[in-house]
């Protein structure tokens, strides 16, 4: 049963970047064959995707994002890790990393994370 | 991009049956017809799980109580026989062409 589970800091200072890393366990990230994300929720609001990646690095991003943001992987430590610079209050979010879309997954984000709180302030 | 719109409630007895409507625009939830809609369930505090993939499909172990269909441009979940447990916000969730993924504003389900 493929799991995953998020790790870094909880507290991000403004103009800042915020580096989450995702731990991929029960299975290698390589072999399904699917695609990689992070999906972010303000307390008390909805869910937003960030952007995806697959093992070969191929990523996308959600356009109102897409400047400040990266998404990158190392299949030798079945991890997959988030970056996004020059955080402001509006960053501050539940961060979850989750496998897929793709079609692998029918298109669908199947397995998520715990979810990561993340506040940006001085 | 376009964001996907949800009713911000819907409200039902136990046993009854309730419809969420998913709507987007011609580019988002009619683009790739019943094939990429996704529906989840977020209970308060928790992880959101996929309840409705392809449109239409359950995953193992989702009850057969959750449905979804599609016709034009509005993507739909029905629940029947709605238990207490039931009880959650429900986001639906499209491909919108782009290799960029939009999820609906959220819906509260709460059961009477």
């Known amino acids: 049963q493929v799991q995953l589970q998020e790790s870094g800091p909880g507290l991000v200072k403004p103009s800042e970047t915020l580096s989450l890393t995702c731990t991929v366990s029960g299975g290698s990230i390589s072999s399904s064959n699917s695609y990689w994300s992070w999906i972010r929720q303000p307390a008390g609001k909805g869910l937003e995707s960030i952007g995806r990646?697959?093992?070969?690095?191929?990523?996308d991003y959600n356009y109102s994002l897409k400047n400040r943001v990266t998404i990158s992987v190392d299949t030798s430590k079945n991890q997959f890790f988030l970056h996004l610079n020059f955080v402001t209050a509006a960053d501050t979010a539940v961060y979850y990393c989750?496998?897929?879309?793709?079609?692998?997954?029918?298109?669908?984000?199947?397995?998520w994370g715990q979810g990561r709180m993340v506040t940006v302030s001085s | 991009q376009s964001a996907l719109t949800q009713p911000a409630s819907v409200s039902g007895s136990p046993g009854q049956s309730i419809t969420i409507s998913c709507t987007g625009n011609s580019s988002d939830v009619e683009f790739y017809k019943l094939v990429l809609v996704s529906w989840y369930q977020q209970h308060p505090g928790k992880v959101p799980k996929l309840i409705i993939y392809g449109g239409s499909e359950r995953p193992s172990g989702i009850s057969n109580r959750f449905s979804a269909s599609q016709s034009g441009n509005t993507a739909s979940l029905t629940i029947s026989g709605l238990q207490v447990e039931d009880e959650a916000d429900y986001y639906c969730c499209s491909n919108v062409g782009t290799r960029t993924w939009v999820f609906g504003g959220g819906t509260r389900l709460t059961v009477l």
């Open positions: 990646i697959y093992t070969s690095g191929f990523t």
């Open positions: 989750v496998r897929g879309p793709g079609a692998a997954t029918r298109e669908a984000f199947d397995i």
